[in-house]
C-alpha cells in the first residue's frame, strides 16, 4: 500500500516515463549497487546496506544508510527499496524529522533488450515547502542520471565480481525465480 498518495500532506505525485534500452532485469539491479549512489548521484558515501526478503520470497527489500545534508541540519537517513518482483519497486527515504520521500516504479518488458518505465514521485508538502520545486524535479533527474548506466550495460551471464558485489549477487540468484527460463540461457526444443 503507497500509503503517500492521495495523502493531503503529500505532494501531487509527478510522473516519468521511460523508453529504457535494456533488460528490465537490468535496471532492477541498480537497487543492490551501493557504489553507484556515490559514483552516479553524487551522495558523499557509499551507504551501508542490508537485503531481508518476505512475503513468501516474492519481496525483497535493500536498506541502505548514510548521513545526508540538508536545509534543516544533518540527518542520519534510510533509505528502503522495496521490490515486488522484478517490474515494481518502491523507494522511500526515512529520518528527516516529518519528512518523508516516496519514488514508485512499474516496469514492463518491451523486448528481450528493452523495458517501459513509469515513475512516480511524491514527498511531503513540509519537505516540498521547505526545499522547493527544485528538490521535486531532483527526483527525476537521479532517475535520468542512471539511464547513462542502462544504456550502455552489457549483461553478462557470468560476470567477474568483487567484494562490492555481494547484493548484485543475492539479487541475481532472488531474481532467478521469475524466469521459467533463466536470461542468457536457451530452452531445448522439445
Request: aromatic share 8%.
Amino acid at each position: 500500500v503507497m500509503s503517500e498518495i492521495g495523502n493531503p500532506d503529500w505532494t501531487e505525485p509527478r510522473l516519468l516515463e521511460l523508453e529504457v534500452p535494456v533488460h528490465m532485469k537490468d535496471m532492477a539491479e541498480n537497487n543492490c549497487d551501493p557504489a553507484h549512489f556515490h559514483f552516479v548521484h553524487g551522495n558523499t558515501q557509499i551507504p551501508k546496506q542490508t537485503i531481508e526478503y518476505g512475503e513468501g520470497g516474492r519481496f525483497m527489500r535493500v536498506t541502505g544508510h548514510h548521513e545526508t545534508d540538508t536545509l534543516m541540519g544533518s540527518f542520519k537517513v534510510r533509505l528502503d527499496r522495496d521490490c515486488w518482483g522484478l517490474g515494481l519497486a518502491a523507494v522511500r527515504m526515512v529520518g528527516i524529522p516529518d519528512a518523508g520521500l516516496l519514488m514508485f516504479s512499474s516496469t514492463s518488458p518491451v523486448d528481450s533488450c528493452n523495458a517501459a518505465s513509469r515513475w512516480l514521485f511524491t514527498v511531503s508538502k513540509n519537505l516540498a515547502d521547505l526545499a522547493g520545486e527544485d528538490f521535486i524535479e531532483h527526483l527525476s533527474t537521479g532517475v535520468l542520471q542512471d539511464m547513462r548506466i542502462w544504456k550502455n550495460k552489457i549483461h553478462r551471464a557470468n560476470p567477474l565480481l568483487c567484494q562490492g558485489d555481494t547484493f548484485l549477487v543475492e539479487f541475481r540468484k532472488w531474481v532467478r525465480q521469475f524466469y521459467s527460463t533463466p536470461p542468457g540461457e536457451v530452452r531445448a526444443e522439445a
